[in-house]
């Protein structure tokens, strides 16, 4: 059974940052073959993604956040991060982990980030 696990959510002033961590575990998961993404969801609106890496290390980011957010990876530690700076109100929402391989995927249970003064 696979698990996947976010922590680093939490309340945050404008201009302020939050790492998130995502964390993946089960005994048949290898993490190194996934590709990893991080999503959001706010209130009344659909689930869209924020950023994404492959299993080779390639980032790939929604326009929104290029240049403020930064998605990586620890292979050793099968966990994904997503370091998000500048934050501005308008990134407020539950962020959810995702790991696909073709047609797997696993979702987390998703961190609250509120961004207010």
């Known amino acids: 059974q696979v698990q996947i696990v976010e922590s680093g959510g939490g309340l945050v002033q404008p201009g302020g940052s939050l790492r998130l961590s995502c964390a993946a575990s089960?005994?048949?998961?290898?993490?190194?073959?996934?590709?990893m993404g991080w999503y959001r969801q706010a209130p009344g609106k659909q689930r869209d993604l924020v950023a994404a890496i492959s299993a080779g290390g390639n980032p790939n980011y929604t326009d929104s956040v290029k240049g403020r957010f930064t998605i990586s990876r620890d292979n050793a530690k099968n966990t994904v991060y997503l370091q998000m700076n500048s934050l501005k109100p308008e990134d407020a929402a539950v962020y959810y982990c995702?790991?696909?391989?073709?047609?797997?995927?696993?979702w987390g249970q998703g961190t609250q980030v509120t961004v207010s003064s």
């Open positions: 089960g005994s048949s998961f290898n993490f190194n073959i996934y590709r």
């Open positions: 995702k790991a696909v391989k073709a047609l797997t995927a696993y």
